[in-house]
């Protein structure tokens, strides 16, 4: 039987894997794949990587010594791939494009209102029967101007939510899409007349640090940076630079620039010396969750699915729909 080394697994990882898995034994190890434990895959013709592992030409290398031949990207994201030695190695990516649009979308409209009505404080206060409204005032999003950096699968839908509040919405994308319910503008201005401003962009060169402190200037004061894509898309620094000053309304994000072996972790009894996820943290105007906006079941069941069929494709020299190459970066 062909395996797989499953790194990075999870609990809710090897409950789906193994729900779906018919064809393959799967070892499962704990630990994000890095040069240091790549060689553990030997035995494998595939290994199964997430997206913080650390998949870069020396582990790729590595990979290839061990006789791995495929890379499966349980994600839609493969910007910690590095796509051009697996290429020199003879290794071929592949991915999972599409999952669960709405798992995202609907987390980045939870993160909104959780962070503009102050929900997660109220639930604290309330836990301690402090019934005091006082700090919790939010503003209705209907009537106001969403911003969607990106309309394709999880932009897209994060705009239909946002019109289903009554919002307007303005987008930004180099590829506009002519059915969206959106009007397309250029950055600068989303940024000026956004009231939130949600991204649903790659990480790409072009798109690191998209939200810097040019960009910064021009928000409103009191706009709302939603970030469910990746953390380099934001320079945190600047972010929280404009939070000090009150140039900014607020945070909610999903992912963070510096997260890799911070999140998806518990570090609850560890002294974290990451100063500025520290001091994010600590802003009531910020709200962060740990990755976790494709967390959901149907998310979860379509990532095995489809991840377990790569495998199969590869495997019966079918076409490979999902592979990824490096020119597409
Ligand atoms: P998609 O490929 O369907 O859409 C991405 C859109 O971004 C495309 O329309 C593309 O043209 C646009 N884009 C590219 N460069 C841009 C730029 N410079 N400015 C504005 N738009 C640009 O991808 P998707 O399925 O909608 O996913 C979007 C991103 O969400 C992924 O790349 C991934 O990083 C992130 N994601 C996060 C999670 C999570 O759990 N937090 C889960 C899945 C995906």
């Not at 499953?6 to 630990?31: H, L, Q, S, T, V």
């Not at 987008?171 to 939130?196: G, M, N």
């Not at 998310?299 to 999902?322: F, M, P």
């Amino acid at each position: 039987m062909e395996s797989i080394a499953f790194f990075d697994a999870k609990p809710y990882d090897r409950e789906w894997f193994d729900k779906i898995n018919r064809d393959f034994e799967i070892r499962y190890f704990e630990g994000r794949l890095r040069p240091e434990n790549a060689r553990l895959a030997e035995g494998s013709r595939a290994v199964c990587a997430f997206v913080n592992d650390v998949v870069n030409a020396k582990t790729v290398e590595i990979l290839s010594s061990a006789g791995v031949e495929v890379i499966l990207m349980r994600c839609a994201g493969y910007n910690n791939v590095a796509l051009k030695a697996a290429k020199e190695h003879g290794l071929r990516v592949l991915s999972v494009p599409a999952y669960s649009p709405y798992s995202v979308a609907e987390h980045a409209m939870g993160l909104i209102l959780a962070l503009n009505r102050k929900i997660p404080r109220a639930y604290i206060r309330t836990r301690d029967f402090n019934f005091s409204l006082n700090g919790l005032t939010g503003f209705d999003l209907h009537g106001k101007t969403a911003g969607v950096i990106g309309t394709g699968r999880i932009g897209r839908v994060f705009i239909d939510i946002c019109r289903g509040f009554g919002m307007e919405v303005l987008a930004h994308d180099p590829k506009p899409s002519p059915d969206i319910p959106a009007q397309y503008v250029d950055r600068e201005e989303l940024f000026k007349r956004s009231d939130i401003i949600s991204l649903h962009c790659p990480l790409t060169r072009e798109t690191r640090y998209i939200i810097d402190e040019g960009a910064i200037a021009l928000m409103k004061k009191s706009a709302l940076v939603v970030n469910t894509s990746r953390g380099q898309l934001i320079d945190t620094e600047a972010l929280l630079s404009a939070l000090n000053d009150k140039r900014i309304g607020g945070a909610a994000l999903d992912v963070y620039e510096e997260e890799s072996g911070l999140f998806f972790e518990d570090n609850s009894d560890k002294i974290v010396t990451d100063e500025v996820i520290s001091l994010l943290v600590s802003r009531p105007n910020v709200l962060i969750t740990s990755h976790q906006a494709f967390l959901t079941e149907e998310a979860l069941r379509n990532i095995a699915e489809v991840t377990l069929k790569n495998y199969s494709d590869y495997l019966s020299g079918g076409k490979l729909d999902n592979e990824v190459k490096a020119k597409d970066t």
